[in-house]
Every structure is written in structure tokens, then in C-alpha cells.
């Protein structure tokens, strides 16, 4: 048994140091070598589409042009409808605060009759020896104050703007006049007070303005 091993081994050794074996070897791992990178080239090369999947693709590519176009109109008419509630719903509050304008217009003549009224009585006129005109006066100046309480209470506001810098916006000039010991550009005298309805100017007060002599 054990010579049989020993020859065994020597065959084996003279068959791998065989140099027909040494020489073919580098042969066959060459042709291996050139199957293997022949291979691989054809599985890196990537089959043209079929005219049905190019008719998909661009169908794809349509769809999705359409879904942006679609989407940005979409944004856009939200931004729309939110501006126009926006406007309408100050074109309400608008309504609400100064819907009552023309009315309150109105009303300005009738404070300011009241106003004159009690500026012409005499104020030495005005005690218990002439009853009749103390009463007339007390219920005419009760009046003119309610009345103002009235306008308050709905945003109108009197302005008595004297000794005031001139504004434009909320004054009208009726004469300028120099007048000694006053700053030029302020205002002297007040023929009809102005008003003004939840801050917006309903009627500019007529002033007579100081100017430079």
C-alpha cells in the first residue's frame, strides 16, 4: 500500500511539471481572458427603445409639462380669489365705518347752528334776571354736547385746530394775514371747525393762516 502511494505522488508531480501543460496554460487563460472581456462588452451596450416605449416616454414628458402648467394656474388663480377676498372684505369694513358719511355730513350743519347759536348770546345776558334766555341757553348747550357725545360714538371727531402748524390735508387756508407775535405758518383764527370720521378727513376746518410780514 505504501509503495502504491509513492508512485502515485511521483506521477502526479511529473504530470504538473509537464511543459506541455506549463505551456498551455497561458493559452487557455488568455482565450478565458478574451471570452470573459467579450462578455462584458456585450453586456454593457444597452439595447435601443422600441418606437413603443419612445411613444411612451414622450407621453410621459407630456403629461408632465401639462401637470406644471396645470398646477402653476392653478397657484395662481388661489392667489387671485385670495386678493379679491381680501378687497372685498375691506370694501366691507369700508362700508361699515363710513357708510354713514353723507349722513354725518348732514348732521355737521346742524352742530355747527348750535355752535353759532350759543356764541351770539351775550354771555352778560345770561343770569337769573332774564330766566327765559338762561333757559334757552342751558338747553342749547346741553344739546351741543350730546350731540358731540353722539358724534364720538361713531368715530366723528371735532377738530379745533388753533395755535396749530397749518396742515393742508386737514385745514383749509381762507386768508393769510401777518400778526404780530405769532409764528408764521401757524394758525390765527378758526371760522368753521373741521371733522374727521374714523380718522379720515370728512371736513378740513377753515383757518386763517399767519404768513410772514
Known amino acids: 500500500m505504501a509503495t ?51 411613444a ?35 370694501m366691507i369694513d369700508d362700508a361699515k365705518l363710513y357708510g354713514i358719511q353723507g349722513f354725518c355730513k348732514d348732521l355737521l350743519e346742524v352742530a355747527d347752528i348750535l355752535e353759532k347759536a350759543t356764541e351770539s348770546v351775550p354771555k352778560t345776558e345770561i343770569s337769573t334776571a332774564n ?17 358731540q357725545k353722539v358724534f364720538q360714538k361713531h368715530g366723528l371727531v371735532k377738530l379745533n385746530p388753533d395755535g396749530q402748524k397749518f396742515d393742508p390735508y386737514e385745514h383749509e387756508a381762507v386768508f393769510h394775514a401777518p400778526i404780530e407775535g405769532k409764528e408764521p405758518g401757524t394758525i390765527a383764527v378758526v371760522t368753521k371747525v373741521g371733522y374727521k370720521l374714523h380718522g379720515r378727513n370728512l371736513r378740513p376746518a377753515l383757518v386763517g393762516v399767519v404768513k410772514a410780514p
Open 4 to 54: 502504491w502511494c509513492v508512485r502515485a505522488i511521483r506521477q502526479g508531480s511529473s504530470i504538473i511539471a509537464s511543459p506541455l501543460l506549463v505551456r498551455a496554460t497561458p493559452r487557455l487563460l488568455c482565450t478565458a481572458a478574451q471570452q470573459k472581456s467579450s462578455g462584458t462588452g456585450t453586456e454593457e451596450e444597452k439595447p435601443e427603445p422600441s418606437a413603443a416605449e419612445k
Open 131 to 147: 330766566p327765559h334766555l338762561k333757559n334757552l341757553y342751558d338747553g342749547l348747550v346741553m344739546t351741543e354736547v350730546q350731540i
Open 56 to 90: 411612451f416616454i414622450e407621453e410621459k414628458t407630456q403629461l408632465e409639462e401639462q401637470l406644471k402648467d396645470i398646477t402653476d394656474k392653478y397657484k395662481r388663480a388661489l392667489a387671485d380669489t385670495e386678493n379679491l377676498r381680501q378687497r372685498s372684505q375691506k
